[in-house]
Structure formats: C-alpha cells, structure tokens
C-alpha cells in the first residue's frame, strides 16, 4: 500500500522556526519529525511514501537523503506553486485502483493505522477519515457524524458559533484511488474546504473513525515543544529512539564532553559533540541539539536548543525553543514561550520574553 504525506506547506505558525528548517523536518528529540512518520507506517506495513512538497524541498530531501528512510521507499512529488492539500494529493498520488493511505504532513499519533485500513476495506468505504477529540476545534475541521460512522459534516476552522461538537479530522486518511479524479488539475484545490464537501454532496461512502490514541499537531511551538515532553514521558509509543546512549531517562549523544560538575536531571536528551561546563545544570525535558555548548554555571529547564547553540555563563533558559547557531549572552534569562529564530544573538543579561 502506498502512503502521500502532504509535506508542502510553510508551516507560518512554526515561524521563526520554519523559516531556516521546513516543517515536516523540525527535530524532536534531535530526530527529524518525518522520520516518527515513516517509522509508524512501517509498523503497519506501509513500504512506499510519496512525499508530497514544495516549500523546502530541497532541504528535505538533504536531510531524509536517498532513496529509502526508516524501511521505506521514498519518492517525491514536487509542486513549483504549492496545489493545497487536495491539489498537491492528486499530483502525488499513482494513478489506479485501490486504498491509500495519506497523511498530513505534522501530525505524531500511534493510532492502529491498521486498524483503520481494516474497517476501511470492511464497511466497503471509499474514503475513511481518522477523528479524535480536542477542546478548541476552531483550530481545526469539525467533523459530525452519524452514530454509524457516516460522516454529515465538515466544516474546516470554524467560527466559535458553529461549533457543535469535539470531534475534529486527525489529518490520517484511507481513501480509494478512483476518487482522485474528482480532484480538478491545474488549480489550488483544499482537500477540507472543497474535496470532503464534494463527497458529502456526491453521496459517496465516506466515514469517520474516533480514534483513542495519541494525537498532535505539531505545527505551532507549543505544540512542537509538547510533543517532545511527550515523548520523554512515554505518553506516545514511536519505534523511535534519540540517538546517543542511553543512560536511565538520558540521552547522551557521541563525543559530548560533560563535565563533572555538571547536574543533569532526565529525562532529556544531549546532542552528539555537546559541551558542558562545570556548574552547568540541566533539568528535565531538555533537549540539546548536537555542538550545543553550555558555558559555566548556565541552566536550562525544559527547554529545546537545535544544533551549535551557545549558551554563554550563568545564563538562564526554561521551556523555550532556540534554532541552530543562537549566542545566548552571559547571564540572560530567556523564559517560557520565547522562541528564537536560527542565529539570532541574545546580548548579555537580556531577558526574553521582555
Ligand atoms: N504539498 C503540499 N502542498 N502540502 C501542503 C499544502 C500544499 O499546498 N498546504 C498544506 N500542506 C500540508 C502541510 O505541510 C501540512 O502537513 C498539512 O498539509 C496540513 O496543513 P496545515 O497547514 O498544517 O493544516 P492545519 O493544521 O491548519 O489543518 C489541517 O490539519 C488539522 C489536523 O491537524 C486540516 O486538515 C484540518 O482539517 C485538521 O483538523
Ligand atoms: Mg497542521
């Protein structure tokens, strides 16, 4: 069975992240996020992706490399002007008969994709969406059914006023091959604004299934830095481990050199090469992207530094997120929330957010 992940979009709520690294590649735990992805379709027996992009392209493809990731064939579908969702499926996808399965590109879960794919085939459904339940479904598409599963609405960001339920689409879908030509070529087509509509009004088989697993967006920097919290305390089982060696709820990458009088406190997660200098103090749901350094008497708490990040002494960080080849200057504090862009420079004693 093949899979399409809508890996294109410029992920604008992930900014200033997004702006030096694509999305669907942002690290968790200092492992690029398609490669959580690639590793659960694979534990369902999916061996085929098509990778789904435009913006970033190039740097995806660098990152993944070759032909193959976590067991699985890759191939890429190139958009020159990104087509939506719907657009840039049918673009992507063979054409034939059959399931497949497609994704979007920012969702981590361990939802029993097999399951799905079974109920799919056995109801006889043409499309089947992945439900699940989230407090604000205005960040999302509101998705009512019947008690049966039969979907009767979709209605994609919707105002406060039209929220009638909980449930929302989990961007995993089982949807048979013969309904892509209903998709037009050659324009921008939404799959949530226009294609599930289409169905809806076709009459075609079209299903809802609530899951009950694990489910997140990673697309904003909340949700980015949760998500890692979340892998930290096994709240989402992945096939995927940090790299480095482990030693009880710490990873320590390669050639890292940690001194003596260092305190660290897991779970967290240290990058190959990372320097730690004495009186340095790491605290749980911390991640430390490779060459990262920690000068002398620096903190950090929850935060996540990409790679080649230096914290400069008696700096202090919590529950923020810094892209590659930040200078953090001598004892600023950067607090819950910030965001920092790739190689931004944090003077000595600044405090973030102001
Ligand atoms: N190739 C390609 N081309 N991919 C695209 C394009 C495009 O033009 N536009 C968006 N994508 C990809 C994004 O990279 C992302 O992986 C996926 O499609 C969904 O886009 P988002 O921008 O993340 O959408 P969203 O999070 O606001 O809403 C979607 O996901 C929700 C669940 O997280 C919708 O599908 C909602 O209905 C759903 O509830
Ligand atoms: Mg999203």
Redesign the pocket.
Known sequence: MQAVI????Q?TRLRPLTLTCP??IVPLLNVPFLHYQLAWLRQHGIREAVL???YGVDEIRRVLGGRHAAGIRLSYAI?RE????A??LRN?ADAGNGPLVVL????LTDLDLSGVIRLHAERGAQATISLTSVDDPT???LVETEPDGRMLRFL??PEPEHVTVQT????VYILERTLLELIPTGR?VS??REFFPELLARGIGFFGHTISAYWL?I?NAETYRQAQVDLLTGTVTTGVQPPGIRRGNLWIGDESSISAEARLTGPAVIGRRARLASGCRVGPFSVLGDRTTMERGSHIDGAVLWEDVRVGPGARLSACVVADRCRIGANAEIGPGAVLGAGSVVPDGARLPA
Do not use: F, H, Q
Request: aromatic share 2%; with cysteine.
């Open positions: 809508l890996a294109g979009g992920g999305k669907p789904a992009c435009s958009e990104p087509l939506g969702t657009g840039a992507a979007n590109g920012d969702v960040r999302y598409g994609e960001k929302i689409n989990a961007g921008v799959m949530e967006d697309g």
